[in-house]
């Protein structure tokens, strides 16, 4: 059973950045589909950023393009979502997803089966 561990989040200025990671044990992660997602208190959950099973093009919401960088390391089974020049916009829980029944990923939450349990980022102003 694939289990996601995210980690890296904390509290950083306007402008600053982060790296968050997220650690799978219990399986192979270029075996999955792979999301980041993140929520805000009141807010639905949103899709920052995929890729697709075995690698390829990152795909990102048009809200961090250009900011946030999405990578693995098949190595260490882990996933990164390098984070740049963040804004108060970005605060948010931020939660790492993987999909072994849609390969291609996806913005929409409900294709993913396995979720970790989060991380928060707080950006202030």
């Known amino acids: 059973q694939l289990q996601l561990v995210e980690s890296g989040g904390g509290l950083v200025q306007s402008g600053g950045s982060l790296t968050l990671s997220c650690v799978a044990s219990?399986?192979?992660?270029?075996?999955?589909?792979i999301g980041w997602f993140r929520q805000a208190p009141g807010e639905r959950r949103e899709g920052v950023s995929y890729?697709?099973?075995?690698?390829?093009?990152?795909a990102y919401a048009n809200s961090v393009l250009g900011r946030f960088t999405m990578s693995s390391d098949n190595a260490k089974n882990t996933v990164y979502l390098q984070m740049n020049n963040l804004e108060p916009e970005d605060t948010a829980t931020y939660y790492c997803?993987?999909?072994?029944?849609?390969?291609?990923?996806?913005?929409?939450?409900?294709?993913?089966?396995?979720w970790g349990q989060g991380t928060q980022v707080t950006v202030s102003s």
């Open positions: 890729i697709r099973r075995g690698g390829g093009p990152t």
């Open positions: 219990g399986s192979r992660l270029d075996s999955y589909a």
């Open positions: 997803a993987a999909s072994a029944s849609y390969d291609v990923g996806s913005f929409h939450a409900v294709v993913y089966e396995h």
